[in-house]
């Protein structure tokens, strides 16, 4: 496997070494398939993002023309659209997602939000009057943007294309773990002729980074997907500026299947959702909520449909759930696995046991009897585990979906598309599947309670990177 060595981030224009204020040397990509350190990045520091904001204040341009938006979106989008083979490689090689998954899911979707995006800026409609008033919408101005490393091109996608789209400037620092693919999108935004400073680049630790784009006085606007206890501090560091931010954060969705509904369908469906990605997706349904009068029946059910998810070599295209995307992550999940077994879970197949000698690789893991209120019921494990919770009636199934600190997605599978909209009306949640509805890239996405604040994708996602102006105007006769 080659290596890859960035050793300048991306500032005004230009790839320029970091600054000596930050930690010193770079930060290592091991590929978590093999533990290998596959490539390097600059460590960066405070000052840097110092140098970046000051850039991307010179660029933004509160009057930009909406056709010059549209042409700097549309540029970028043709110039990564390129790149997504490559790029689909490096998420593969640096956070494990495997090739089949990378190449569609990681790479394709990402491709399918942007273009969600340059459809809404074409219909988009940036004045309307209200009476004597004239109400403008304007581009909100430099964004921090802060992303993590289960989907790292889709993430960034999300919040720099509309940012783009809107008229805005960006600072972007990505994830240590999977960098390597968001200097990939970076050299594209480089090859589309964006002007210098329009987006900067600055790796380094969370820590010093992410912290000092969110406490920045020169950044107008945060936004950062994440774990929901970071969340919360990237919100207490913009409170002192009173800035703007967007959170999208942790989830644990339920999958609730009425009585009456295809219990065949739901499982396998939702079985596939709960391990997508190896289960490193805040809107993986990983509460499986079943009657409790077909409760036997669903876990048979469940025991086929994780048999055919096959573990391995994430370059392998028949491998379906590649390894944990770090050993952080990996010893994480293996913990949660362990301590529900001591709560009193039945395990039904899979375990805390490593797969390999090397490599993060962990079994495809599902509890039955899981208590809706210990810590596999209430908590994310952001990796292959799916906790099976049976309920008595839809009172309780709705009690038992809404019994979390979260509300970022989830699924309902009924009789009827009637009756199952009628239950997910009453769900805590951002986004619900109705009967296995199809995944919509310019549908709003987003969080209830402790899952965030604010909406990403389509027109909704691309409002949140506009301010909004009254003039008030004087009537004539």
């Known amino acids: 496997m080659p290596t890859f060595e960035h050793d300048r981030l991306f500032i005004d224009g230009r790839w320029t070494a970091a600054s000596d204020g930050g930690d010193g040397g770079v930060v290592e990509v091991i590929d978590p398939a093999t533990e290998a350190v596959i490539g390097h990045v600059p460590n960066g520091g405070a000052a840097d993002v110092d140098a970046a904001v000051a850039a991307a204040r010179r660029a933004f341009d509160p009057l930009i023309s909406v056709a010059e938006r549209r042409d700097r979106l549309h540029r970028v989008i043709a110039a990564m659209e390129k790149r997504l083979p490559d790029i689909a490689e490096l998420i593969t090689a640096e956070m494990g997602a495997p ?26 409609e940036f004045e309307e009057r209200m009476g004597n008033s004239l109400i403008v919408r304007e581009p909100y101005g430099v964004i921090g943007a802060i992303t993590p490393w289960n989907y790292p091109l889709y993430q960034v996608v999300a919040k720099v294309l509309p940012a783009i789209a809107a008229g805005c400037t960006v600072v972007l620092k990505p994830s240590n773990e999977a960098p390597l693919s968001v200097f990939a999108f970076v050299e594209a935004c480089e090859d589309a002729g964006l002007p210098p400073g329009t987006i ?115 370059r392998d295209p028949a491998t379906r759930i590649g390894p944990s ?14 301590r529900a077994q001591r709560d009193g879970a039945q395990l039904l197949t899979g375990g805390a046991d490593p797969l390999r000698d090397v490599g993060f690789f962990l079994a495809p893991t599902v509890f039955a009897d899981v208590d809706p209120d210990s810590e596999l019921g209430q908590e994310e494990v952001f990796g292959p585990v799916l906790a099976v919770i049976p309920y008595a009636d839809s009172d309780d199934a709705l009690r038992i979906a809404n019994g979390t600190p979260y509300g970022l997605s989830g699924a309902v599978w009924a009789a009827t598309d009637d009756e199952a909209i009628a239950f997910a009306r009453r769900v805590q949640t ?18 209830y ?13 691309f409002e949140e990177y506009l301010q909004t102006k009254s003039l008030q105007l004087k009537e004539h006769a």
């Open 99 to 124: 090739i089949r998954i990378a190449q569609t899911v990681q790479t394709q979707v990402p491709l399918a939000v942007a273009r969600g995006f340059a459809d809404a800026l074409e219909t988009f």
């Open 200 to 314: 900067n680049l600055v790796s380094g630790p969370g820590r010093v980074i992410g912290e000092h784009i969110a406490a920045h006085e020169g950044v107008d606007f945060v936004s950062f997907t994440g774990s929901t206890g970071v969340g919360a501090r990237v919100g207490e560091l913009a409170g002192q500026s009173i800035k703007k931010v967007a959170l999208e954060l942790g989830g644990k969705s339920a999958n609730v299947i009425l009585d009456g509904a295809d219990l065949a369908t739901a499982v396998k469906v939702g079985v596939g959702n709960a391990f997508l990605n190896g289960g490193q997706t805040c809107m993986a349904w990983t509460r499986m909520l079943v009657p409790q009068s077909r409760y036997d029946e669903a876990l048979e059910l469940i025991e086929s449909a994780v048999a055919r998810y096959t573990v391995g070599d994430p």
């Open 325 to 338: 995307a770090s050993r952080s992550q990996f010893d994480t999940v293996r913990g949660f696995i362990e």
């Open 430 to 447: 951002g986004q619900l599947d109705i009967n296995g509805g199809a995944y919509n890239p310019a549908a709003p996405f987003g969080g």
């Open 449 to 461: 309670k402790k899952s965030g604040i604010g909406r990403e994708l389509g027109r909704f996602g």
